[in-house]
């Protein structure tokens, strides 16, 4: 009974197996990776989701796993999405986001998200892939999504789909993180125009994310203070 003695990885590994001799839709064991990697059960500091993740992402190669499915099915934007999402869910320790990284993975994010970039939904999950990548303690992977032509896909992306809230929420935060620890990495952005893209959100959409986007490129944007009930009562 060998599917008793298998860890994470090998599991995984053994059902894509199962499922691509079978011609069955790749997308049952990507739901079953993202569900498991999705589980909590309470509001505990190390969730059942964390250790989870940690589970897939340390058992043999999860990762790498994942990125080599991305690789396979480049061409499905249905399964790629999902891919990417549960990527994006396994990405909670920093050292996991540099394994990303020196398994060559930033540069096959980049080409797939310029690939499928009129792809709304698979450009969200894209990004938020790309937010937990450009963290603040991974300066390395900033730099590399930087010179990967990073900043010029998120910009376009933001220009392509003005009408997905999602999107430019997401496009915004990726942002964010990329210039939040290095203001020479304002310079791209702006030159790129993502100041205006951004105010044309931000009316759309008022969302917090997208004023400290426009905070953290030096951009002048109105932060009002959520009153708090601690200075006296609400005026009348």
């Not at 090998?10 to 589980?39: C, F, G, H, P, W």
Request: charged content about 25%; overall charge negative.
């Amino acid at each position: 009974m060998r599917e008793f003695e298998m860890n994470v990885t090998e599991a995984m590994e053994d059902a894509v197996q199962q499922l691509e001799s079978q011609r069955i839709d790749i997308t049952v064991i990507v739901q079953d990776e993202k569900v498991y990697s999705n589980k909590d059960n309470g509001p505990i500091v190390h969730t059942v989701s964390h250790e989870n993740s940690k589970l897939i992402a340390t058992e043999g190669n999860g990762l790498k796993l994942i990125l080599e499915l991305c690789k396979e099915y480049i061409q499905d934007g249905l399964i790629l999405k999902e891919l990417f999402l549960t990527l994006s869910r396994l990405l909670v320790r920093t050292e996991y986001c540099q394994q990303i990284l020196d398994l060559g993975g930033i540069p096959f994010l980049l080409s797939a998200f310029r690939e499928n970039i009129n792809n709304a939904a698979l450009c969200q999950q894209v990004m938020l892939v790309l937010k937990h990548l450009a963290a603040l303690r991974c300066p390395s992977n900033v730099e590399a999504i930087m010179a990967a032509n990073g900043p010029e896909l998120l910009v376009q992306t933001m220009k392509l789909h003005p009408d997905s809230a999602n999107v430019q929420r997401q496009a915004c935060m990726a942002v964010r993180n990329l210039v939040a620890r290095s203001q020479k990495n304002c310079s791209p952005f702006l030159e790129l125009g993502t100041e205006a893209l951004a105010n044309e959100a931000l009316k759309k959409y008022g969302s917090d994310e997208i004023k400290g986007t426009l905070r953290d490129l030096g951009c002048k944007v109105e932060l009002k203070e959520i009153w708090k009930g601690e200075k006296g009562s609400i005026p009348q």
